[in-house]
């Protein structure tokens, strides 16, 4: 297995255009210019874990005051299920085991569309429990219009009580360019 760390843009290009545009929903996933914009302007970092060769699982991450955001976690569709995501979980927290935490949103599962879809937030949050990930009670985010539950692997701080503090962690990952009105970007959901 191969972690590496994506640098070519033309690269990361093709890994959004091939991978991120169809795991996420376009509600789901910044437009591609932006995502190269961020990449280049080192906002964020993308890395591939890849398996005899080929692409397995990646990874883009956005890192402000200490805290890392996981923006897409995702393991290609034939490696779901064989611990992919449980070793790059692993490669991550080694990689960022000097930060205060890893946070990450997921689908708020008071918002799914059905039976089937709950299903699969349910199971998508117990994945991250079982890698030490605790779902912050009480707090839900709304990015760009879509609702979250916000989870955060604690490393070398504990403040995940601290609501403020942890929306103003979010505030920094979503608008640290001056953003018109960044009540259209972010909300935090009481």
């Not at 991978?19 to 995502?35: C, G, M, S, T, V």
């Not at 449980?86 to 039976?115: F, M, S, W």
Request: include cysteine.
């Amino acid at each position: 297995m191969n972690f590496r760390k994506i640098t070519d843009l033309n690269e990361a290009e093709q890994i959004y255009q091939d991978y991120i545009a169809a795991d996420f929903p376009p509600a789901e996933r910044q437009p591609l210019a932006i995502f190269i914009r961020m990449l280049r302007d080192s906002a964020t970092d993308m890395y591939l874990w890849e398996t005899e060769g080929q692409p397995a699982a990646y990874v883009v991450v956005r890192e402000r005051d200490g805290y890392v955001l996981l923006q897409y976690f995702a393991v290609l569709k034939r490696l779901r299920g064989k611990g992919t995501g449980t070793g790059l979980l692993r490669q991550l927290n080694t990689l960022y085991g000097d930060k205060k935490g890893i946070l990450l949103e997921v689908e708020h599962t008071g918002y799914a569309g059905n039976q089937e879809d709950l299903m699969v937030r349910r199971k998508r949050i117990a994945f991250y429990e079982r890698c030490g990930y605790i779902c912050l009670e009480d707090f839900d985010l709304a990015l760009f219009g879509v609702h979250y539950q916000v989870m955060v692997l604690p490393i070398g701080e504990n403040r995940i009580s601290d609501h403020d503090y942890i929306f103003g962690i979010f505030q920094k990952m979503y608008c640290f360019d001056p953003v018109r009105n960044a009540a259209k970007v972010i909300q935090w959901v009481r």
